[in-house]
């Protein structure tokens, strides 16, 4: 037993050594300072953990350390060099002793500065209008795509504030000028690190009339009343043309800058478009075979489109007749 005893004492003084060595190196350095080669920081103010890789056997000790500011950055000059020296230095006016300290790695670093690349409102809404071209097509210089509340401040400080996070978002089934509810992914890098859905107001451009004055029931259309714009809008309307206004007559008195639709005009019974309203002069021919005349001073006793029949009223002598509608103010009178 005793000489196996002895044959091992040897092997366990060394290992005792060993950690002998070990312990006092770990006790003789508290603080460890892995330094690199460069550093891209984005604050003029550079942190010891923003040039280096800290270790302590004391957590609180290891984030003091890393908190340390060690310079702040001229902007005027591209870069600057921090050596491991000075940064001893500095952890010994902070309050650490130098035989707690070891930099070890690069003998200094080279510390540019650069303005951070972070995620905005209007990256996602970038992204949410390519989203909303997609699917609606037309021109993409005519859709408008805003978040109704702010999306990236909602973000936990710790996502928001990471440089180069891209977002993406999915199509949704539907989306057409309104309101549209999108899911957003926030990636960093390879990884997601978010998703969460939002709200988005999208709007189109379209052309449309809009009253410059007040109108009238009684008072047909006409290009001194109505102005066509380009506006964006956050619903699907009738882009009307001069040929669909004027000369029509509202059903309802109009506001200056009320945007006109086609229900907003007045209508024949059977739906079209009134060209004659009831108690305007028209011009009647009148036409039996090839001989045609014309006839003054004739009353539409109703309101009528093209192609209506209407009935008439020759106020000279009182007769009534009918005519068919062939064009605004026109009547033809056909005599058997």
Sequence with gaps: MKKNILKSLPRLLQTAVVMMVCCHTVCAAEVVIELRNVATVFSPQVLLRDVAKVKSRSVSDQIAAEALELRLLDLTVPDETI??????????????????????????????????????DTVIEDAATEVAFAIMGGDREDLAVKLQSVFVQSLPPNIRDVDGLMAKVNPPQNVGPG??????????????????????????????????????????????????????????????????????????????????????????????????????????????????????????????????????????????????????????????
């Design 83 to 120: 050596s491991a020296r000075s940064i001893t230095t500095r952890l010994v006016l902070a309050g650490w002793l130098v035989e707690e300290i070891r930099v070890i790695g690069s003998p200094e670093v080279r510390v540019s500065f650069r303005q951070p690349e972070l995620l905005t």
């Design 179 to 336: 309101r549209s509810i999108m899911q957003i992914q926030i990636w960093d890098g390879d990884r997601i690190v978010a998703t969460r859905s939002a709200a988005f107001d999208i709007r189109k451009r379209q052309t449309v009339a809009v009253a410059k004055v007040a109108l009238t029931r009684d008072k047909p259309i006409d290009e001194r009343s109505v102005q066509f714009e380009r506006r964006f809008v956050s619903t699907n309307l009738d882009e009307l043309d001069g040929s669909q206004v004027f000369g029509q007559r509202v059903r309802t008195n109009v506001v200056p800058g009320t945007i006109l639709q086609a229900r907003d005009f007045q209508t024949t019974p059977a739906g079209g478009r009134i060209l004659i309203k009831k108690g305007d002069l028209v011009t009647a021919y009148a036409r039996a075979g090839k001989l045609q005349t014309r006839l003054r001073n004739v009353e539409a006793m109703q309101d009528a489109g093209i192609g209506d029949n209407i009935k008439l009223l020759n106020r000279e002598s009182d007769n009534l007749f009918s005519g068919k509608v062939m064009s605004p103010g026109t009547v033809l009178v056909l005599i058997d």
